[in-house]
């Protein structure tokens, strides 16, 4: 089967894509927050709708949580799973998107045309970068090029807790010979990229009681304990003044950077300056004596993703919490064992609380970092496709981000995964305004029709 | 004027009086949130048709924030000018309450029957202790046994920014021979008190930005610094090991405690384990080495009011956040000069943001300490009445809360104040479940009846 008439099918068939990407767009499938539910739901039958479509035999399978999505075309060639997510982010602060974050719209910029919307990036525009490419392949040559099964979660934004139960269940039907992951992005502008290490995610939440209520801060303030404060003194004591994290034995499992990736990423001509700069920062802020690009692909994190305590609305409330709590996010390198860490994490914390007080710890998740083996064929066959489709040559490149299921398909159903994606640094995919360039979209598509070609040659 | 008929008839007009409070606290007047505006203004239209009712001269005088209510009674006798709030604090959390906050209505418990609802206790129904109190005294004797006053703000709850400016403006209206304020409480529950020293207050909100909007903690986190982090660094820095404020020069003004007024307190026999046990603690956090009852009536403090950064719904949420902010509060006594404070404070905060990030303040009201006179004779005539109608003598106290008002009658219009107030521990006052106690009320309303009467004696 050739490809030529496959890629300029899909460029002629671009703006009924586009329509088909908005249409799933409109679907406010936040799987973190329960209200969603039926959302993330309607997201999945959407999805089955439309690989049925295309002539996937399709299945919804139910879990504990948000459904699953699979489907296999079957046929001759390299079987190959493809892995992405039907849900999203929440909006939060709505106030702050230039628009409904659910009625999305392309949109004309100076630098390009643009797809807006939650999840527009992150993740289904680049799922269905993969979905218009199988449906390309199809409607010129009535039949895709090699055997594909396609695999969609809805937890992916809320710690995927049904995802391993789900894969051990169904190994035989999901094990294939090579993964492929469309959930990152290029390196700059225009150089595709293959991830070759991810960061693993623990995700802790943490809430400190003091009173057993709210109190005056005038009748009790001075001699009653204020959780807030002790909230702060753990927070503040996560990190030294080196920007090392704290916790005991964090750093066990973490690896050097070998001197050949740090030749490598060196070449890469990483611009801090341009990255910080564009959300409004100057100064890499993590442990003295890294490269920046150490900072978020290779080493460690901890960061506070959220805090609250006592009254946070407008004006001012002279109350003395009964309460503090933080959602706390740990990246992981290496072999850092998240369990390990969560333990002592807690027990570091439980340490700091004083007598008057107590705390209480909730789970939001934990994966260990991922390490690609790329000595599997189809890794320069990727690349070679890739290159083909681009300006520049394709790079082997960190992420910073944490996407466990790469880990999980190594460790659960013993498969390589290669982890491709189209979004942009600028896509403010977790943030308002999220977008998804068209180009992206465009030549995402484009891409996986050259990859599925080079993967059966 | 007989005093006896005024008692026996507050006793058989006290479910009426009751049915009047229930219905001003149906009116939701939370004066720091613009949303209850309207509310505001009908409480205070409340207040002038009940004094109308009574037969004041009442006027209801704009400001740029809340109205106040002016009432005037002329006639002969000593010129007294009583004091109250009819706004209320915010009810968050909603969920905590028993009861819709503005559905009040009268519980009987096992210790005796309470007024549940926001604003019971503070301060609607302490100032209706007083206004039922001329009522009664009309009812009998078809006049007030003195020359009485009444001024009403509707913004003690937020900074009273309208305050001083109108006092100012209106002296010659205002000024009386002694000021009576009743926003204050029992000490125990059976001790009536007179309070002669407040702690000032000063209230601050600072706003922490580090990147221009929220990013995602996989693709920046390392790199980017975190103002929740700097936030939690700066409050954990506000208190030494000891307990002491780090602001500095803050403890400048701040007077050693009498060994006159060490004895006094001492023979109050302060329980610190049944204070703190009520809500659920057991431990004086204040600063080492000072008496419980210090921590809250003379020393200064620093408290967390609130906090808030990133995400903090349900779930988690992995954003490394753009802003954070918090209010703090700060309470003052002897001659802490607040605005002194407020630029140390400002500065010392500046001081700790890292190049990167940015801070910004908002102003929530400052006011100093109060220390009244007692020579006034009202003093010892108050004490007196008070002492025949509860079952122990009163007592001279202090009080950790701030009511700046008892400042101003002395700074603007050069008069005496008395605080005197029926409220409890357990009031719950700026929290869930606020109530007063059908005694306070009952006995608050004889206790002012017998004041106005010693008053002319």
């Not at 230039?98 to 680049?126: A, C, H, M, Y």
């Not at 990190?239 to 704290?246: A, C, L, M, P, V």
């Not at 690009?293 to 609305?313: A, D, K, Q």
């Amino acid at each position: 089967m050739t490809l030529e008439p496959v890629l300029d099918r899909i460029d002629a068939e671009l703006p009924a894509a586009t329509e088909r990407l908005l249409d799933l767009l409109r679907i406010p499938s936040i799987s973190t927050d329960p209200a969603y539910k039926a959302e993330c739901d309607r997201a999945a039958d959407w999805l089955v709708a439309d690989l049925e479509s295309i002539g996937f035999q399709v299945s919804k399978r139910p879990t504990p949580g948000h459904p699953m999505v699979v489907a296999h075309s079957g046929g001759e060639g390299p079987h190959v799973l493809f892995y992405g997510h039907y849900d999203v982010q929440p909006v939060d602060p709505p106030e702050l998107w230039d628009r409904d974050p659910f009625d999305p719209q392309v949109e004309n910029l100076p630098t390009g045309k643009v797809i807006r919307g939650r999840g527009s990036s992150d993740d289904k525009g680049q799922l269905m970068t993969f979905v218009e490419a199988c449906r390309a392949w199809k409607d010129v040559h009535g039949a895709l090029p090699t055997n594909i099964s396609l695999f969609f979660e809805g937890e992916e934004e809320s710690g995927s807790p049904s995802l391993v139960p789900f894969m051990e269940e169904n190994a035989e039907e999901l094990k294939a010979d090579i993964a492929l992951i469309c959930d990152t992005g290029l390196y700059g502008d225009s150089t595709p990229a293959i991830i070759t290490q991810l960061r693993g995610l623990l995700g802790e939440e943490l809430t400190i009681t003091g009173p057993n209520k709210d109190l005056h801060s005038g009748s009790y303030g001075g001699i009653a304990m204020n959780p807030a404060r002790v909230l702060a003194k753990v927070i503040a004591s996560l990190h030294d003044e080196g920007g090392r994290i704290t916790v005991p034995d964090f750093y066990d499992g973490v690896p050097e950077l070998s001197n050949e990736l740090a030749a490598a990423w060196d070449d890469l001509k990483f611009d801090e300056k341009d990255f910080l700069g564009e959300v409004g920062l100057s100064i890499p802020a993590g442990e003295k004596g890294r490269r920046p690009l150490e900072m978020i692909w290779s080493r460690p994190t901890c960061e506070v993703n959220g805090m609250t305590s006592g009254y946070t609305g407008d004006g001012f409330k002279t109350v003395l919490p009964s309460k503090a709590s933080a959602k706390i996010s740990f990246r992981l390198v290496g072999t850092q064992d998240p369990f390990a860490i969560r333990k002592k994490f807690r027990k570091m914390v439980s340490d700091m609380i004083p007598a008057d007080c107590s705390v209480s710890f909730k789970d939001h998740g934990a994966g260990p970092a991922g390490q690609m083996s790329t000595t599997h064929p189809a890794f320069e066959k990727a690349r070679d496709a890739l290159s083909d489709e681009w300006p520049n040559a394709a790079a082997y490149v960190g992420c910073g981000g944490s996407i466990p299921i790469a880990g999980y398909f190594k460790t659960v159903l013993d498969m390589d995964a290669m982890l491709i994606g189209f979004g942009k640094d600028d896509d403010q995919i977790h943030s308002p305004n999220e977008k998804y360039d068209l180009s992206s979209f465009h030549k995402g598509i484009r891409s996986w029709a050259r990859i599925l070609h080079n993967l059966t040659q």
